[in-house]
Nanobody
Framework: QVQLVESGGGLVQAGDSLRLSCAAS????????MGWFRQAPGKQRELVAM???????NYADSVKGRFTISRDRNRNRVYLQMNSLKPEDTAVYYC?????????????WGQGTQVTVSS
């Protein structure tokens, strides 16, 4: 069974940095896109950053220049470096991956990690 396990959330002050990590475990044959979404209270889940199999990553306009996504393809991990954090970045952050298993390509989500930025 494939699982995505996140770590690295926490409570920080505005202007601080955090690094989120996500590791995919289980029987996987290949992984295409990996990325991060977030959901603030009362709001819909939104894309933060996505790294595909080629080309440049995609970022939400609100995080461009502050957040950086990176992947370790050999270890099936994805990271999100968050700098210059703002109170509006407060949300539960979810790891996402599109993974090939024995029955085909499937979308997987992590359990979420809370990021709270105080002003």
């Amino acid at each position: 069974q494939v699982q995505l396990v996140e770590s690295g959330g926490g409570l920080v002050q505005a202007g601080d940095s955090l690094r989120l990590s996500c590791a995919a475990s289980g029987r996987t044959f290949s992984t295409s896109a990996m990325g991060w979404f977030r959901q603030a209270p009362g709001k819909q889940r939104e894309l933060v950053a996505m790294a595909g199999t080629g080309g440049s990553p995609n970022y939400a306009d609100s995080v461009k220049g502050r957040f950086t996504i990176s992947r370790d393809r050999n270890r099936n991990r994805v990271y999100l470096q968050m700098n210059s954090l703002k109170p509006e970045d407060t949300a539960v952050y979810y790891c996402y991956a599109n993974i090939l298993i024995n029955t085909g390509w499937r979308d997987y989500w992590g359990q979420g990690t809370q990021v709270t930025v105080s002003s």
